[in-house]
């Protein structure tokens, strides 16, 4: 206890959780590579923090020492679900929404308000008006995110041979994070309606609160830290001129790909195959869609499992893993999925099976 202040258990857990959080956002805020999106995730991981300072020092008793401190707007709930989806934005795009800061007017508006009370007095209705915003938030940021992560998504099955590498997994599941967080706080204000919860019931929702927020910091540097492949948004690049075979084109092309090995490659992209092939990717990426009925990523990884099938053939005693790399898989997840799609067993049993 240091003049009248207490800091307890609940002070310390909370205090714990949120510290790590303050070299991530400045190592975020300050990283060279896809950094208007480490720094649209730090200041997330900044608005996250501040909804869990006023549990942190108010069980501390900073609030009975300076009750004024109950004006200041630590709490931007509102800010949580904007930031977010320009995080996704700028992650998957390598650029910011256009006109972002307007979606951040409501986070504004939400801090207005908390101050306005110590100069006007109570001002009604300012809480049901936050709840509605979530409620609003939520859904409509839930929904853009999303609608950018499936784009994302899609464009990497079009444009690289391992889409897994890359950010859509970590972009999904910090989606699904946020937003069950904010589904958790909005349980816990009906649940609240019903039967209060007082100011010690709320340690759990702030906990996981501070829990998630140390989970995006982690994760969001491990992938933030890394080039990210980003395809900026807009309208896709006018189909080629009817009127070809693009069956027999995708034949040829499968046919040239074989010969020269080029999926061995394992940073292999449409762009670069495109150009080995001496087309464009326009033409390419018709030639496999309507001509092979395939995507790109599809089509290089069964390439790419007929190489390690004919290795097992020949009665490699290799790994699967080495012979997996060495025909241009940069993952074994990748690998195994492959090639269960396209024979329908594991590698593993298929080099059983040659052994009967």
Same mark, same amino acid.
């Given at each position: 206890? +240091?003049? #009248?202040?207490?800091?307890?258990?609940?002070? @310390?857990?909370?205090?714990? @959780?949120?510290?790590?959080?303050?070299? &991530?956002?400045?190592?975020?805020?300050?990283?060279?590579?896809?950094?208007?999106?480490n720094r649209? &995730?730090?200041?997330?991981?900044?608005?996250?923090?501040?909804?869990?300072?006023?549990?942190?020092?108010?069980?501390?008793?900073?609030?009975?020492?300076?009750?004024?401190?109950?004006? !200041?707007?630590?709490?931007?709930?509102?800010?949580?679900?904007?930031? &977010?989806?320009? /995080?996704?934005?700028? =992650?998957?795009?390598?650029?910011?929404?256009?006109?972002?800061?307007?979606?951040?007017?409501?986070?504004?508006?939400?801090?207005?308000?908390? +101050?306005?009370?110590?100069?006007?007095?109570?001002?009604?209705?300012?809480?049901?008006?936050?709840?509605?915003?979530?409620?609003?938030?939520?859904? %409509?940021?839930?929904?853009?995110?999303?609608?950018?992560?499936?784009? /994302?998504?899609?464009?990497?099955?079009?444009?690289?041979?391992?889409?897994?590498?890359?950010?859509?997994?970590?972009?999904?599941?910090?989606?699904?994070?946020?937003?069950?967080?904010?589904?958790?706080?909005?349980?816990?204000? !009906?649940? #609240?309606?019903?039967?209060?919860?007082? /100011?010690?019931?709320?340690? %759990?929702?702030?906990?996981?609160?501070? #829990? !998630?927020?140390?989970?995006?910091?982690?994760?969001?540097?491990?992938?933030?830290?890394?080039?990210?492949?980003?395809f900026p948004? #807009?309208?896709?690049?006018?189909?080629?001129?009817?009127?070809?075979?693009?069956?027999?084109?995708?034949?040829? /092309?499968?046919?040239?790909?074989?010969?020269?090995?080029?999926?061995?490659?394992?940073?292999?992209?449409?762009?670069?195959?495109?150009?080995?092939?001496?087309?464009?990717?326009?033409?390419?990426?018709?030639?496999l869609n309507?001509? &092979?009925?395939?995507?790109?990523?599809?089509?290089?990884?069964?390439?790419?499992?007929?190489?390690?099938?004919?290795?097992?053939?020949?009665?490699?005693?290799?790994?699967?893993?080495?012979?997996? =790399?060495?025909?241009?898989?940069?993952?074994?997840?990748?690998?195994?999925?492959?090639?269960?799609?396209?024979?329908?067993?594991?590698?593993?049993?298929?080099?059983?099976?040659?052994?009967?």
């Amino acid at each position: 206890m +240091v003049d #009248g202040l207490v800091f307890g258990w609940r002070s @310390a857990v909370l205090l714990t @959780a949120l510290a790590p959080l303050i070299p &991530l956002i400045f190592g975020l805020a300050g990283a060279l590579h896809n950094r208007l999106a480490n720094r649209a &995730l730090a200041g997330l991981l900044l608005v996250l923090a501040g909804i869990v300072t006023p549990w942190m020092i108010g069980f501390a008793g900073f609030y009975d020492r300076w009750p004024g401190l109950s004006h !200041v707007p630590f709490s931007l709930s509102l800010a949580v679900m904007p930031l &977010l989806w320009i /995080y996704t934005v700028a =992650l998957t795009t390598g650029h910011l929404p256009s006109r972002f800061g307007l979606h951040l007017v409501p986070a504004l508006l939400q801090a207005a308000l908390k +101050v306005l009370p110590a100069l006007t007095g109570p001002v009604p209705g300012t809480a049901l008006l936050a709840d509605v915003g979530l409620v609003a938030g939520l859904a %409509g940021y839930s929904w853009l995110s999303y609608r950018a992560l499936s784009r /994302y998504r899609q464009v990497l099955l079009e444009q690289r041979s391992d889409p897994a590498r890359y950010a859509a997994h970590w972009l999904a599941r910090a989606i699904a994070a946020v937003g069950l967080l904010l589904l958790l706080t909005l349980g816990h204000k !009906v649940w #609240g309606a019903v039967r209060p919860l007082g /100011y010690e019931g709320l340690m %759990g929702l702030h906990i996981a609160i501070a #829990g !998630v927020a140390l989970y995006l910091g982690v994760e969001g540097w491990r992938t933030g830290s890394q080039p990210v492949p980003t395809f900026p948004a #807009g309208q896709p690049p006018p189909p080629p001129r009817p009127g070809r075979d693009w069956r027999a084109l995708g034949e040829d /092309y499968r046919r040239q790909i074989e010969a020269a090995g080029w999926v061995r490659d394992p940073g292999l992209t449409l762009s670069a195959l495109a150009q080995h092939l001496g087309t464009n990717t326009s033409y390419l990426s018709r030639a496999l869609n309507e001509g &092979l009925r395939t995507s790109f990523s599809d089509f290089v990884n069964q390439e790419r499992s007929r190489i390690v099938a004919a290795m097992l053939d020949e009665g490699r005693k290799d790994s699967l893993l080495d012979l997996a =790399l060495e025909a241009g898989f940069a993952s074994k997840a990748t690998f195994n999925r492959a090639f269960q799609h396209q024979f329908g067993c594991s590698p593993s049993a298929y080099r059983q099976r040659l052994k009967r």
